[in-house]
């Protein structure tokens, strides 16, 4: 039996997905599948065979339990001494993208492929996003 591998040059779909209520784990596993190409049968691990995700919403994004004040991210300056940790609560008025993003590129592996794959998300605070010229899918599942 022949294995068959995806070429690298593939026309890529956009979806739009509503982050309005949805946990913010189980939506992160949802994004990173796409952004990999796991939804598709000509997944191959090497190559990026994944699609355009446009997350809207996301500062309505819900985490369980005591998450929103308890969970922390932290920063580091490059200067000693100079950590600081934000809660979601301080993110979520400051910059709500960063709560998705952080959760989804967690999920990606470690490596170009991953960086590459995380420049095809877009993540945006409100109901409006400049990509309709794109005709974004929604996505449900």
Do not use: C
Request: overall charge positive; glycine content about 8%; charged content about 25%.
């Amino acid at each position: 039996m022949k294995t068959t591998l995806a070429k690298p040059d593939l026309e890529r779909k956009w979806y739009v997905v509503d982050a309005t209520g949805q946990n913010l784990g189980r939506l992160s596993v949802k994004i990173a599948n796409i952004l990999r190409g796991r939804h598709k049968p000509i997944y191959t691990p090497h190559i990026d065979t994944g699609d355009f995700v446009v997350v809207i919403n996301a500062d309505k994004i819900k985490l369980t339990g005591k998450k929103e004040e308890q969970k922390l991210y932290m920063f580091h300056t490059g200067w000693f001494g100079n950590e600081y940790y934000r809660s979601v609560a301080a993110m979520r008025q400051k910059k709500p993208a960063f709560i998705i993003e952080h959760s989804v590129k967690g999920m990606l592996p470690r490596n170009k492929l991953a960086r590459a794959m995380m420049k095809k998300l877009k993540v945006y605070a409100g109901a409006e996003h400049p990509h309709e010229a794109q005709q974004p899918i929604s996505f449900e599942g």
